[in-house]
């Protein structure tokens, strides 16, 4: 009798720590869901102004088409980035291409001069603070989903839920400040 018992109370109290296990999960996972759009937005928002700064330095620049033509395809990768790890290499191209930007305006003073050049590398600037600032608290949330699908006992539910790890949304090393963009 003690015996049937105890077997129910401790198979009801391994139940209670799955179901508690799995929510904490998908609590972690749903997160960095949430910090990931929270990123989209913002790479979106970068996207838009750096279509705005090569429509811009067009009027002035129109025989660099090579460099506009970079800028584009970088903009037509598939978006919104499946995760992390594909943003990253995206990023890191279109950084690459932005700089060549910023250089082109350097032999066009008259694009330096730009109000609205001006404005949109000022608004560039703000929104590269924004990406870093998130890309802060996406990697924070990344973290504590990685200790609990690695971290036992969790991890036991997190195999049988077939809860993928996420990647980290890093910067590399000429990226881990935001650029200093202004011309004047």
């Given amino acids: 009798m ?12 391994v139940v209670l720590w799955y179901l508690f296990a799995f929510n904490q999960l998908v609590r972690a996972r ?3 869901d949430q910090t990931w759009s929270n990123i989209e937005v913002e790479l979106q928002r970068r996207f838009d102004l750096i279509q705005s700064l090569v429509e811009t330095a067009k009027g002035y620049a129109k025989h660099e088409s090579e460099t506009f033509r970079e800028v584009a395809r970088l903009r037509t990768r598939e978006r ?4 992390a790890g594909t943003a990253n290499t995206a990023q890191h191209d279109l950084s ?3 700089a060549r930007i910023m250089l082109l305006a350097e032999s066009y003073p008259e694009l330096r001069a730009d109000k609205n050049f001006l404005q949109l590398q000022n608004e560039l600037t703000e929104t590269e603070n924004r990406i870093a600032t ?4 996406y990697n924070q949330t990344v973290n504590y989903y990685q200790n609990l699908c690695q971290a ?3 991890n036991l539910v997190a195999a049988i839920q077939e809860m ?6 890093d910067a590399p090393d000429e990226l881990a ?4 963009i202004r011309l004047s």
Avoid: H, M, S, W
């Fill in 177 to 180: 400040q935001a650029p200093e």
């Fill in 96 to 98: 690459g291409a932005v």
């Fill in 80 to 83: 919104p980035f499946a995760d």
């Fill in 134 to 137: 998130r890309r802060n608290a």
């Fill in 2 to 13: 003690y015996a049937t018992f105890a077997a129910i109370v401790l198979c009801g109290a």
């Fill in 152 to 154: 036992i006992p969790t």
């Fill in 164 to 169: 993928p790890p996420k990647a980290f949304f």
């Fill in 30 to 32: 749903n997160a960095v």
